[in-house]
């Protein structure tokens, strides 16, 4: 089992910027793929962005390429989203997930390929 705890959400004025964070207990850390994904009201969840097991590579979703980094530190078990510049379009509930099965290195982009899940943090952006 893995449990997975999200931080760092709340309200800002858009153009601002938040750093998530999620801490990782149980399963050993560095086996995961760990990635953030994000829902909306209404809307179903989608992906934001991946990193690999030794964080040496990172995937984004187009709509937040160049605003957002994701990060971690595997010595305190802890994935990061660092968002700048953002909309109020990013405005929903963000979750990090844990990503157990090896897929040569590539990272996945779908919902129903993680295997946990934190509960989620709320970010909120005000035009």
């Known amino acids: 089992q893995v449990q997975l705890v999200e931080s760092g959400g709340g309200l800002v004025q858009a153009g601002g910027s938040l750093r998530l964070s999620c801490a990782a207990s149980?399963?050993?850390?560095?086996?995961?793929?760990m990635g953030w994904f994000r829902q909306a009201p209404g809307k179903k969840r989608e992906f934001v962005a991946a990193i690999t097991r030794s964080g040496g590579y990172s995937g984004y979703a187009d709509s937040v390429k160049g605003r957002f980094t994701i990060s971690r530190e595997n010595a305190k078990n802890t994935v990061y989203l660092q968002m700048n510049s953002l909309k109020p379009e990013d405005t929903a509930s963000y979750y990090c997930?844990?990503?157990?099965?090896?897929?040569?290195?590539?990272?996945?982009?779908?919902?129903?390929?993680?295997?946990?899940w934190g509960q989620g943090t709320q970010v909120t952006v005000s035009s």
């Open positions: 997930a844990a990503d157990f099965s090896t897929r040569g290195g590539s990272l996945s982009r779908m919902v129903n390929e993680y295997d946990y």
């Open positions: 149980g399963r050993t850390f560095t086996m995961s793929t």
